[in-house]
């Protein structure tokens, strides 16, 4: 007679590395979710080194409280640390922090995403982020370097020396994946990083001003170009921290407004004459004076003199127009995410279960709400049949 009887696969179930990031990505203690649980820290503690396994009724409890769907914390684990490589550049100080950690997990959760559609047969476009090692820099470039690199980025991209109407689908044409995060500090506007060999561009997405995420996506890319081969290790040194991001201020306003065509343009510091160059290259004035700062179209007194005006006119935090340029959107996943969908190369959004992780988190990945059973045009992107 045929056994039928089988314990259960004792090796199977719940992921504990899931449980620790789930909790991690929401900035959460052991002991917040041992509070919220009735349990102790301990033995959320097991729970997340795999010592125990929660029950059903308990990971119903647990699914709750971190946000996730019960199918999240099943899917295996394929993040391969070594092969990974990710540097990222923001200033919110050490890596222990628990802002920079959960931002680690999400964007290690963007990087399973991005190889889900990948697996699926998408085809993303290739990475193309130049880099200039013929530049010699002795560890720190130049004003008059950054110049050229910038110029030079520009030209590799087949680009002239005009306003750049959409910065994001620029970076996304080239390969960079680009999402809009909910940060969860003022502190962060954007940051970025290199994951198995693509670049990521993460922005804010509680950010109330198009000009300035677009400085933030440029300056960003200057990260991407400039500081590669920059490690965690030497970013906690506040020096080199501080070098780093003068450096990709400096590119993001020569790749944003090119030397020759300021010099042209930038004929008065007039309030309504900025303003115009605001509208026309899509940057804040305050940028656009600091840049014609550091070209010397103009001196320091009259910037100081910008600055005071700008201040009379409580505009130092909010401009003008700031309110009227639209927030430029990524659409480069979500596109593929869809053409998958359509083709039945992945299953239709009917749940977060189904999604295997959280709207919240689907949401930071298109930088886009997205709703159960959603219907959208068909993108234009190929598929590799396999």
């Given at each position: 007679m ?50 125990r396994?929660p ?6 409890q ?9 199918s ?8 391969n640390?070594?092969?990974k ?16 950690m ?33 530049v ?13 690199i910038?110029?030079?980025?520009r ?34 506007d ?10 990521y ?11 300035r ?15 590669r ?19 990709a ?7 944003l ?10 004929y ?33 007194n009259?910037y ?16 003008k ?42 949401r ?18 190929s598929?590799?049949?396999?």
């Amino acid at each position: 007679m045929a056994n039928i009887f089988q314990f259960p696969d004792r090796a199977a179930g719940v992921v504990p590395q899931r449980l620790a990031d789930a909790r991690v990505a929401l900035q959460l203690s052991r002991a917040d979710v041992a509070r919220e649980l009735g349990v102790t820290g301990t033995t959320i503690g097991h729970y997340e080194s795999g010592d125990r396994r929660p029950d059903m009724n308990m990971l119903l409890q647990i699914s709750r409280i971190l946000r996730q769907p019960i199918s999240f914390f099943f899917k295996e684990n394929n993040i391969n640390l070594n092969k990974k490589k990710v540097r990222f550049f923001r200033s919110v100080g050490p890596k222990s922090n628990k802002l920079n950690m959960a931002l680690d997990v999400r964007t290690n959760w963007l990087w399973e995403f991005v190889q889900t559609l990948l697996d699926a047969g998408i085809r993303l476009p290739t990475p193309n982020v130049p880099f200039y090692d013929d530049v010699e820099h002795d560890g720190e470039y130049s004003l008059n370097q950054i110049e050229y690199i910038a110029s030079r980025a520009r030209r590799h991209w087949g680009m002239s020396d005009g306003p750049i109407n959409n910065m994001v689908a620029l970076l996304e044409s080239q390969g960079v994946i680009v999402c809009r995060f909910h940060m969860g500090s003022e502190k962060i506007d954007a940051f970025s990083c290199w994951v198995d060999g693509r670049p990521y561009i993460l922005l804010g997405a509680d950010k109330a001003s198009g000009v300035r995420s677009r400085f933030d996506a440029a300056h960003e890319l200057g990260h991407l170009i400039l500081h590669r081969d920059i490690s965690q290790d030497d970013l906690e040194s506040k020096s080199v921290r501080e070098r780093i991001e003068r450096e990709a201020n400096w590119f993001a306003g020569a790749f944003l407004l090119p030397r020759g065509s300021l010099f042209r343009e930038f004929y008065s510091t007039r309030a309504n004459h900025l303003l115009g160059l605001k509208q026309r290259w899509l940057v804040s004035m305050q940028a656009i004076a600091h840049r014609a700062k550091d070209i010397g179209a103009i001196d320091e007194n009259q910037y100081v003199s910008f600055r005071i005006q700008m201040t009379k006119r409580k505009e130092l935090s909010k401009e003008k127009l700031d309110d009227v340029i639209p927030i430029e959107q990524p659409g480069l996943l979500y596109n593929a995410w869809k053409k998958l969908v359509e083709k039945g190369k992945l299953p239709p959004l009917d749940s977060e279960d189904t999604a295997g992780v959280s709207l919240e988190v689907l949401r930071d990945h298109f930088g886009r709400s997205v709703e159960p059973a959603e219907q959208a045009a068909t993108p234009t992107l190929s598929i590799t049949e396999k």
